[in-house]
Every structure is written in structure tokens, then in C-alpha cells.
């Protein structure tokens, strides 16, 4: 009878834990997305913004109107974002879509075609369209080519009610030089190195950046001490802080401030509620949002640490939107409930050969030959599933790499290319294959490789996860330790991506072109990548880039293999969002403002 | 006893200063730093960002004096700021440490209340079918890892049968209450508890097998004790100088064991803070968590000693 009574306590306990979680679990809503990829931008004065057709996600008949939610949930997750507890807008890396719905910046790019994005999973889908402007309403070149000036729009608030101007923005940039600022390195606003003025800034030689000048309140201008004609585009990223509240901040304090964990404002189309550490984080609508009031009344960032946890809380319902990846795609496909959006990630996957310490990977014929040994549409097709596409050089967009051919996979002409290096090749040892890609699909992917590259060369690759991006940027870069990597390189948004991997003047460690002890150099591609940053012909601009593009797919500096597909997965009961999966968060113009979200 | 608790507590502070020299030094040898994870490899390199944030985090100090900056502040009560947010690391471990103790506070005394008696039930009842069932789901517990329990779970209970919420301590959106606070707990600590209870069933049936057959109890049911009688007074109390033992270790992992679940189920406790530490190479507050777990074990210890007293008057500390 004891017995009895024991396994009855037992039972009972666990059947009233369990009646305790038997409420209906509550449901919710979603969104997210970055990127990276536009095309260079016309210089004269640019006329600002139409919202780009959105996507309608939902198919309602036609005389039913669906009962609307005023709130949104999501999970930014994956490698769009910093992580859930990031909760300043200008530390390097992801997270502008979020900070992109409560902050603006100067200008911005329209995705290209929402709607064919969904249904297109092409790689070059979804890539940014036209420049257009953020905060800016139009901009110009000066006759000298060397002063942009930016006409700002009028009317704009912060959330507060603090009319913005031009002194917004002069702060904004000084702040993010300022050595002394915590909150540093405003990776974004790097666009303005060239300005008058920032050297002397930065090393406290001046109190200012003269070069930036505030015209009047709705006036700025930049000047170059070099012309610049991508600085329209590439200073896109940056999001304007109000000098009114963030001023007040010592710089010295700035990222400890809890100005940003509590009262931080902006002027997106969503205002700062609150950040519980760990749980989520909440936005309320900003009713006098320029472009006009946004129709949800709440977007709150629902806070994950596990990707695989977010997909199930979408599956759920208790999210409107996530990350997911290639392997996860066709699942999500299948879910009548779900839509699934593939972007341009804006990243390329690379391989890097060390010569340092095997030189027989110096050679450009071997480097060739490898780069035909690898059946790489097969593995997209087989392993990828499709969601990558070859590039023949870092450059993926059609106007940055056009008329340049990647290598074919050919494995009699890799073998022919090699012959002179034979005795070299069959001395290698076995070479440690490493990456910080620590997903199962990468291992798959790398493992096609090292067995191409077993089969056609005899070479012998074992991949090697890292799992740990830290543990393997030292190892590569700093310890130039490395026998053969797999690694990433954002490929935009310009080509002017291009400088800091290929440019002489940025060789490691000033810049990323190689590694310790080991850098590329070839005296016609500075030209170009210097003269393609000072050209303000489009066309001319592009066809400098082709010919980076075409002299680094020959001597392969890095061995540039595809650039992938990026996948988020939204709720169809989300209404006309836009979304573009990528790397580290690019900028372009959502229609936040728009999203609503049925019952 | 005073004596000893004072002797105890003395010689924690060289055990105390050594685990946070070694765990210092090996943040410090582990390749990557914070400039690692602040400047991202894909956006290109920033040398002068990098060595703006070396200088702001003291990375250009030789390791001895950055150790003793730490330690000089620690004992002020400044662990810094994280560098993700900017929080205070005291205020952030602090949050952590509440929302882990509740997880696996509640996790194991679950673990505790149902695996001891399951475990005296299955040495008493040794090769019956309920020894054999018990055993089992004993092996299930120690082998399942708790990732796969953990997304098996929130996939039976949470999306097919949606009996609980997936994951996080509160639903997103709307006010915090007790009963909604409990619905988010149950299935992981459940699913923590049934590793604990696994381990309390598999140690308590050993312990009581092995002296269930000694002289002393024998010598008790031939002076006619009636067998619940020797199974608690006697056995039980004997066997549970193992069972304390098993009990004093668990106690640090009520502060931060539960990484793997807490990561799955977005609990927001120590664990799943240890790992946003480790992934942005955030020193400061992988301190600040370590300091919480050698204090916990350093003070689990000295109660389970203490503990030995009072369940065998054999033992005095003197």
C-alpha cells in the first residue's frame, strides 16, 4: 500500500507539472534578414525613394479581410547577427536589419524583386536594386569630384520629437573616429576614411573632421582628399545617432552607457521599449516615422541561442520568421504554413593553398589545375542542393564579373597542368583541410573536395572544423599555420571589396589582402582597383573591375569557388515583408513600416 | 566543528585563487581574443580597430599584471562590463545565477525526490521486474545526451503534441505570471531531472546493495525489526554516506551545469552565458562566471563534510 501511495505522489507531481504547461501556447509572428551586394551607383543627383513592390506572402480570397495582430516575434539568429545581447548599433559585423528598424541612414539600396526572390533561387536573386535615400533625399559631386554634398529630408524626428539635422550626421561620423570611443570600431563608417581631416581626428591632432561640413540643418558635405565615387554606396551602412542624447554620453563610457540598454532612439520606423537580457528585446511603432506610421504596433526579437530551438518555434508558431539552412530548405518547402526566402549571402566560399609552406602551391599552373579538379557544379547541384552558384573570381555580380568564365571542371587538363610539378605534388604530405564552418553541410561540401582533389591529383586533404571562427582567424592569418583553408570573403557591396583583398597598400596585417609573411601583389590590379575608386563612369568603373576579376581568375590569389544562398524562412501569415538573408547585415529598405501579420 | 569550518574556510583561498589563475591562463593560451570576435574576418581587416581594442581591453599587458588587475577589481566588486552589451558582469552573473538555480534547483530535487526511492525500491526489489525496468530507464538517463533530449522534447511536447511553449522562461509579449512561468519550466527541468534522478536511482540502489547484506542488518531483522524499519533506520541511513557525497558534488551544477539545456531551451541562466563568454572571447565574463562556480564548489564541499557529520556520528572534525 505504501508502494502505491509513493508512485502515486510520483505521478502526481509530474501530471500537475505537466497540466501546468497545458495552457495554449502562445503563438506570434516574425521577420529578419541582412545582407550584402549592390551595384555601383550613379553620381550625379539622385532623386530618393519609392518603396519597391513588397511580397505578398499571404493569399486571402478576395472578400475576406484577415484580423490583424499588433505584434510581431522573430528570432534573428544565424550569421546575419551579432547575437541577442549586441544592443549598440555600430559594433562591427550583423545585425543592421535589426538596428535598421530603429535606426536610419544616409542612403540605402531597394532589393531588386522581392516577389521573384521567393520563387527564384538563383543566387544572384534578391540582390540590392537601386540606390535610393534613407535620411538623404538626393546628393551630388562637385565639379572637382572631390566634395559630396547630401540634401537631407526635411520634417524627420528622432523619437523623441528632436527635429534631425545635418549636425546629426557630422556627429555621428566624429564619434565613430574618436579613438577614445568604447563603442568603437564603427566598422560603417570606415566609407569616410579618405575624408579631410579624419587622420588628424583620429590621432587627436585636430578637435574635428574638417572635411565634413554642416551646410545648414539640412545640408552636409564630405570632401575627399581623393575623389571617391562609391561613397554614396559605401557609407549606406552607416546608422546617424542623435548628438542630443548620445553626445551626452563621455565617450570614454559609450558602450558601457545604459543609455543603450534602456532609452536609446533613433529615426526608424520603431522605437526602443525595452531588453531583458538573454529574452528578448522590444520595439513599439514610431508614429511619426517619415515614411508614414508603421501598421504593426510591436516587433519584439524573441532571443535564441540554438538555430535548430528558433526553427521549432517557428514550426510551432510561437515566431514569424528565422534563419535556416541549405539542409533545412526543402523541409521548410514542404510547410504549408511557411514561405521561404533565398538571398545572395554577399559571401563567397574560398581555398587557400599555403605556398609558405609547401611552394609548389606558388605555382599558378598548380593552382589552376586545382581549380579544375574540383567538380564544383556538381557539388552545388549534389550537395548544395542548388543554393550556390560558381563565381570566377570574388566578384558576384553579373556587372562586376561579366564576360569572365569560371574554370570548368576538367580533371585531364588539372592532371596535364600539374605533370611538371609531379615529384613535388606526390611528396606533400596528408594536409589539414581547416575552416570555422562548423556546420554539417560545410564538412559535406569540403569532403567532395578533398575527394576531387584525391581522385584527380592525388592530393591528400582531411577536413578539419575548427568550430571556432577565433581559433581559426589565428591559425590562419596571424600564425600563417595553416596547410589548406576553407573560408569565407564578402564579395560587395561594390567592387571595391576588391582593395582590401587584392590591393599591395593592404597587405597583412594593415589589410586583408594575404597573411603573415605572405601577400598578393601585382602592380596592373592596383591600378585598376585605384583608379576604378576615383571613376565616375559607371560602365568605365565596371570594366575595370571585370579586368580585377579576369587577372585574379588567372593567378588565383585565392581560389574562389561559389558564392552561396542564404535562406530565411517567413510565417505566411506575414504580410508584405522583405527580407534578404546574408552575411553580416546589409542595408536596404524593408518596408518595416508595411509588415502586418494575420491572426 | 567551528574550528573546522574555519580551517575549511582558510585553506579555500588558495583553492580559490588557483582555480582563477588556471582558468585565467587558459582564457589566455585559448587561441582567438575579444578582437577576434568583435572584428569579423569576413568584413576584412581593421588593424587599427584591433589595436584600439586591445588597448581598451589591456590585451597589450603582459598576462601576470592583467590577472592581478582582475583580481584587484574582483575584490572591489567590479567584474566589468560584457562585452556584447556593455552590462556589468556582476549584475549579468547575478541574473544568470537565479535562472540557473531555478532550472536545476528544481531539475534536481526532482532528480533526488524521485531517483532515491527508486533507488532503494530497486535494490530491495534487486532482479525483479521493476529492478530490470528501473535499471533501464537508469542506462536511458546516463547515455541520452541532453541536446538530443532537449530538441527530442521540445519536438514530441512542443511542436507534435503542444503541451508546452519552445523554449525561453516567459512568452515573449505579455506579462510575466506564475503559471506561465511553469509552463516554460517544466519540460527542462524534466529533462535535467531525469539525468539527475538516472544518477541518484543508479547510486542509491548500489549503496544500499552493498550494505543490505551486512552482519549488523541481519543481526537487526533476527532481533524481529520489522523490514521497513532496518530499510530506513538502518540500511538507508548507512548507505547514505555515498548518496551526501553524490549530493555535495551535484551542488555546483545547480549554479551552471546545464549548458547544453539552457542553450537549447534559451533558458537565459549561467550556462548558456558561459557559452555567449566563449563565443565572443569575453574574458571578463567568463571570470565572472567562474569566480560564482569555484565559490559554489568550494562552499558545496565544506557543507557536504559537514553533512558527513551529521549522518555518521563516526565522523567529527577535530
Redesign the interface.
Known amino acids: 500500500m505504501k508502494k502505491q501511495i509513493w508512485f502515486s505522489t510520483v505521478v502526481a507531481v509530474i501530471a500537475s507539472l505537466m497540466l501546468a504547461s497545458c495552457a495554449t501556447p502562445a503563438p506570434a509572428p516574425v521577420v529578419e534578414a541582412p545582407a550584402a551586394v549592390p551595384a555601383t551607383e550613379a553620381p550625379a543627383a539622385v532623386p530618393a525613394t519609392e518603396a519597391p513592390a513588397a511580397v505578398p506572402a499571404t493569399e486571402i480570397p478576395a472578400t475576406e479581410v484577415p484580423a490583424l495582430r499588433d505584434t510581431m516575434i522573430a528570432a534573428w539568429v544565424g550569421p546575419c547577427c551579432n547575437g541577442n545581447d549586441w544592443v549598440t548599433p555600430m559594433d562591427s559585423g550583423g545585425d543592421a536589419h535589426w538596428f535598421s528598424k530603429i535606426y536610419s541612414r544616409l542612403t540605402t539600396f531597394e532589393v531588386l524583386d522581392p516577389i521573384k526572390q521567393v520563387v527564384d533561387y538563383d543566387s544572384n536573386s534578391g540582390v540590392y536594386g537601386k540606390l535610393t535615400g534613407d535620411l538623404a533625399e538626393s546628393w551630388a559631386v562637385s565639379d572637382d569630384k572631390l566634395t559630396w554634398t547630401f540634401n537631407l529630408r526635411k520634417g524627420v524626428t528622432w523619437h523623441d520629437g528632436v527635429p534631425f539635422t545635418a549636425k546629426d550626421i557630422k556627429f555621428t561620423v566624429e564619434l565613430c573616429f574618436n579613438p577614445k570611443n568604447t563603442m568603437n570600431p564603427c566598422h560603417y563608417v570606415a566609407a569616410a576614411n579618405g575624408v579631410v581631416g579624419v587622420e588628424e581626428y583620429k590621432t587627436e591632432k585636430a578637435t574635428e573632421v574638417s572635411g565634413v561640413k554642416v551646410v545648414d540643418d539640412n545640408t552636409i558635405s564630405f570632401t575627399f582628399v581623393k575623389a571617391n565615387s562609391l561613397f554614396p554606396v559605401t557609407i549606406n551602412e552607416l546608422f546617424i545617432l542623435p548628438e542630443h542624447t548620445v553626445g551626452k554620453i563621455k565617450p570614454e563610457g559609450m558602450k558601457e552607457a545604459e543609455y543603450w540598454k534602456t532609452s536609446q532612439i533613433g529615426t526608424g520606423p520603431f522605437k526602443w521599449v525595452k531588453w531583458e537580457a538573454g529574452v528578448s528585446t522590444e520595439l513599439a511603432a514610431f508614429d511619426n516615422y517619415w515614411r508614414g506610421k508603421p501598421k504593426l504596433a510591436k516587433i519584439i526579437r524573441r532571443h535564441f541561442e540554438d538555430t535548430a530551438a528558433a526553427l521549432i518555434a517557428f514550426d510551432a508558431g510561437e515566431i514569424q520568421f528565422t534563419y535556416i539552412t541549405a539542409d533545412e530548405v526543402a523541409r521548410e518547402r514542404e510547410n504549408a504554413e511557411a514561405v521561404v526566402h533565398p538571398g545572395n549571402s554577399g559571401v563567397d566560399n574560398a581555398m587557400q593553398f599555403n605556398s609558405t609552406k609547401y611552394p609548389v602551391f606558388g605555382n599558378i599552373e598548380v593552382r589552376q589545375a586545382i581549380m579544375h579538379a574540383i567538380d564544383r557544379q556538381g557539388i552545388i547541384d549534389n550537395v548544395y542542393e542548388g543554393a550556390a552558384s560558381m563565381v570566377s573570381c570574388l566578384y558576384g555580380l553579373p556587372n562586376l564579373n561579366a564576360g569572365v568564365k569560371p574554370q570548368q571542371y576538367d580533371p585531364a587538363l588539372a592532371k596535364e597542368l600539374v605533370k611538371p610539378f609531379a615529384a613535388e605534388l606526390a611528396k606533400l604530405p596528408e594536409l589539414q583541410f581547416d575552416t570555422y564552418y562548423a556546420d554539417p553541410l560545410s564538412l559535406n561540401v569540403m569532403t567532395a573536395i578533398a575527394q576531387n582533389l584525391k581522385d584527380n591529383l592525388g592530393l591528400n586533404l582531411k577536413p578539419m572544423q575548427m568550430t571556432d571562427g577565433a581559433a581559426w582567424t589565428k591559425r590562419y592569418y596571424k600564425d600563417n599555420a595553416s596547410d589548406v583553408s576553407f573560408f569565407g570573403a564578402a564579395n560587395g557591396p561594390t567592387g571595391d571589396r576588391g582593395f582590401s583583398y587584392f590591393h599591395s597598400d593592404n597587405a597583412y596585417p594593415i589589410g586583408s589582402n594575404g597573411v603573415t609573411g605572405r601577400f598578393y601583389k601585382n602592380a596592373t590590379v592596383d591600378q585598376l582597383l585605384t583608379d576604378a575608386r576615383a571613376d565616375f563612369d559607371t560602365a568605365a568603373q565596371d570594366a575595370k573591375y571585370q579586368q580585377v576579376c579576369e587577372i585574379t581568375k588567372n593567378e588565383l590569389p585565392n581560389m574562389y569557388v561559389w558564392q552561396t544562398v542564404r535562406f530565411h524562412v517567413v510565417s505566411k501569415k506575414v504580410n508584405d515583408i522583405i527580407i534578404i538573408p546574408a552575411a553580416g547585415g546589409g542595408s536596404y529598405y524593408d518596408a518595416a513600416e508595411l509588415w502586418t501579420v494575420n491572426e | 566543528m567551528i574550528t573546522f569550518i574555519i580551517r575549511r574556510l582558510l585553506v579555500s583561498i588558495p583553492v580559490f585563487l588557483g582555480i582563477t589563475v588556471i582558468v585565467f591562463v587558459f582564457i589566455a593560451l585559448?587561441?582567438?581574443?575579444i578582437v577576434?570576435?568583435?572584428?569579423?574576418?569576413?568584413?576584412?581587416?581593421?588593424?587599427?580597430?584591433e589595436a584600439?581594442?586591445i588597448k581598451?581591453y589591456g590585451l597589450d599587458q603582459p598576462l601576470h599584471i592583467r590577472y592581478i588587475r582582475w583580481l584587484a577589481n574582483s575584490l572591489q566588486g567590479e567584474l566589468g562590463?560584457?562585452v556584447?552589451?556593455?552590462?556589468?558582469v556582476s549584475s549579468?552573473v547575478l541574473?544568470?545565477l537565479k535562472?540557473s538555480t531555478t532550472l536545476t534547483g528544481t531539475a534536481m530535487l526532482?532528480g533526488i525526490?524521485?531517483g532515491i526511492?527508486l533507488g532503494v525500491?530497486s535494490a530491495v526489489r534487486q532482479y525483479s521486474k521493476a529492478d530490470f525496468v528501473l535499471t533501464g530507464v537508469t542506462f536511458l538517463g546516463i547515455s541520452l545526451p541532453s541536446f538530443m533530449l532537449g530538441?527530442g522534447g521540445?519536438?514530441l511536447f512542443?511542436?507534435k503534441l503542444?503541451?508546452?511553449?519552445?523554449?525561453?522562461?516567459?512568452?515573449?509579449?505579455?506579462e510575466p505570471n506564475f503559471?506561465?512561468f511553469?509552463?516554460h519550466l517544466?519540460?527542462p527541468?524534466?529533462i535535467l531531472g531525469f539525468g539527475y534522478m538516472a544518477i541518484f536511482l543508479r547510486y542509491t540502489r548500489a549503496a544500499i546493495l552493498e550494505v543490505v547484506h551486512l552482519d549488523y542488518i541481519m543481526t537487526a531483522r533476527s532481533k524481529g525489526v520489522t523490514g521497513?524499519v532496518v530499510l530506513l533506520r538502518h540500511a538507508f541511513r548507512n548507505a547514505l554516506i555515498p548518496i551526501i557525497t553524490l549530493i555535495g558534488l551535484s551542488i555546483p551544477e545547480v549554479v551552471g551545469a546545464a549548458v547544453v539545456t539552457?542553450?537549447?531551451?534559451?533558458w537565459?541562466g549561467l550556462g548558456?552565458?558561459m557559452?555567449?563568454g566563449i563565443?565572443?572571447?569575453d574574458f571578463l565574463l567568463i571570470m565572472g562566471v567562474t569566480l560564482v562556480l569555484a565559490l559554489t564548489v568550494l562552499v558545496s564541499n565544506m557543507l557536504t563534510d559537514v553533512a558527513y557529520a551529521y549522518a555518521d556520528p563516526r565522523i567529527r572534525y577535530n
Not at chain 2, 162 to 174: F, N, Q, S, W, Y
Open positions: 585559448a587561441p582567438g581574443s577576434d570576435a568583435l572584428l569579423r574576418p569576413e568584413l576584412g581587416y581593421d588593424p587599427a580597430a584600439a581594442i581598451r562590463y560584457r556584447a552589451s556593455g552590462a556589468p549579468e541574473r544568470g535562472n526532482l525526490s524521485i526511492p525500491l530538441l521540445l519536438y512542443g511542436l503542444r503541451l508546452v511553449p519552445i523554449g525561453g522562461m516567459m512568452t515573449i509579449g505579455k503559471l506561465d511553469l509552463r517544466v519540460l527541468a524534466l521497513a539552457e542553450t537549447v531551451f534559451g537565459p548558456m552565458m557559452v555567449e563565443q565572443d572571447r
